[in-house]
């Protein structure tokens, strides 16, 4: 017969708080962080009525930043997706002198302030630059040019690829691609039949990162872009100026749009990696 001191010692307790409280706090956290301040950017741009909100959002300036802050960050998130999956491969396969610095570096872009980033890489590229010299002669310009945008964000947003691929590369069983090859598959045959349909979520998910992080970077580019309106502006810049002019619905409705414009583009690329998942598990 068991005893109540029995049946409360296998009683399993667990190390945090029960699902009421943590749910409360996280949904506390949540709304202080994330929910609350969305919310203030829809109702501040909701003060303009509906036709100078369209205005405001649908003006030849505004349409060019977003132009170029969106085309520069698919561009940037697209040149890692795959640089930072071969990145990712190197630093996880192979041996090789320094590897132990390479693979630190490929954090610095986490811990160096976003200012330094840009005027070190406006230094480089400027046409007077150790870099940007090189290509004047060729008539090929980088700073103040999206092209300069771009590069500012493959350096801001790389390591989120590297970093959500290694550890895919790291559980692989490479006895899966000894298989493959025993069969005769080729090398590019065992990459797209057995190794890319592992890793293509995590590249999918390191594209998201990254096109995210490029998208609410400000400044390592407000540097090297030049700031032209209808050239090089991008929108965090439009909107920080409709602020400093005291234009607060005019800045809130800008970013509104891009919030709702990110919303859509993130959304369809979970669904893609969602959709990638699961054809794989079939």
Same mark, same amino acid.
């Given at each position: 017969m068991r005893t109540s001191s029995s049946r409360f010692s296998l009683k399993q307790y667990s190390v945090l708080p029960g699902f009421g409280i943590t749910m409360g706090l996280s949904l506390m956290y949540l709304s202080l962080l994330v929910f609350i301040p969305i919310a203030m950017v829809f109702l501040n741009s909701s003060q303009l009525g509906w036709g100078k909100f369209m205005e405001i959002v649908l003006s030849p300036r505004v349409l060019a930043s977003l132009k170029v802050s969106f085309g520069a960050s698919f561009l940037a998130a697209t040149v890692n997706a795959?640089?930072?999956? @071969?990145? *990712?491969?190197v630093l996880e396969r192979y041996t090789f002198p320094g590897k132990r610095i390479v693979d630190g570096l490929?954090?610095?872009?986490?811990?160096?302030p976003t200012a330094v980033a840009g005027i070190s890489l406006t230094t480089l590229y400027a046409p007077n630059g150790w870099i940007g010299r090189l290509f004047e002669p060729l008539g090929l310009k980088i700073a103040y040019t999206p092209l300069g945008i771009t590069i500012a964000l493959i350096f801001i947003s790389l390591p989120f690829v590297v970093r959500t691929v290694q550890p895919v590369l790291q559980g692989m069983d490479r006895e899966v691609e000894e298989a493959a090859a025993? @069969?005769? *598959?080729?090398?590019f045959q065992t990459f797209r039949k057995v190794i890319l349909p592992v890793l293509l979520p995590a590249v999918i998910t390191g594209f998201a990162l990254a096109f995210a992080r490029s998208l609410g970077e400000y400044g390592s580019v407000v540097f090297i872009s030049g700031n032209m309106p209808m050239y090089t502006e991008i929108t965090p810049l439009l909107i920080r100026t409709k602020l400093e002019q005291y234009d607060y619905a005019g800045g809130t409705a800008i970013a509104a749009v891009m919030l709702v414009i990110s919303f859509i583009m993130l959304l369809v690329i979970n669904l893609i990696q969602w959709w990638s998942g699961n054809r794989d598990k079939g």
């Amino acid at each position: 017969m068991r005893t109540s001191s029995s049946r409360f010692s296998l009683k399993q307790y667990s190390v945090l708080p029960g699902f009421g409280i943590t749910m409360g706090l996280s949904l506390m956290y949540l709304s202080l962080l994330v929910f609350i301040p969305i919310a203030m950017v829809f109702l501040n741009s909701s003060q303009l009525g509906w036709g100078k909100f369209m205005e405001i959002v649908l003006s030849p300036r505004v349409l060019a930043s977003l132009k170029v802050s969106f085309g520069a960050s698919f561009l940037a998130a697209t040149v890692n997706a795959v640089f930072g999956l @071969l990145l *990712a491969w190197v630093l996880e396969r192979y041996t090789f002198p320094g590897k132990r610095i390479v693979d630190g570096l490929i954090d610095l872009p986490f811990a160096l302030p976003t200012a330094v980033a840009g005027i070190s890489l406006t230094t480089l590229y400027a046409p007077n630059g150790w870099i940007g010299r090189l290509f004047e002669p060729l008539g090929l310009k980088i700073a103040y040019t999206p092209l300069g945008i771009t590069i500012a964000l493959i350096f801001i947003s790389l390591p989120f690829v590297v970093r959500t691929v290694q550890p895919v590369l790291q559980g692989m069983d490479r006895e899966v691609e000894e298989a493959a090859a025993c @069969l005769g *598959a080729t090398r590019f045959q065992t990459f797209r039949k057995v190794i890319l349909p592992v890793l293509l979520p995590a590249v999918i998910t390191g594209f998201a990162l990254a096109f995210a992080r490029s998208l609410g970077e400000y400044g390592s580019v407000v540097f090297i872009s030049g700031n032209m309106p209808m050239y090089t502006e991008i929108t965090p810049l439009l909107i920080r100026t409709k602020l400093e002019q005291y234009d607060y619905a005019g800045g809130t409705a800008i970013a509104a749009v891009m919030l709702v414009i990110s919303f859509i583009m993130l959304l369809v690329i979970n669904l893609i990696q969602w959709w990638s998942g699961n054809r794989d598990k079939g």
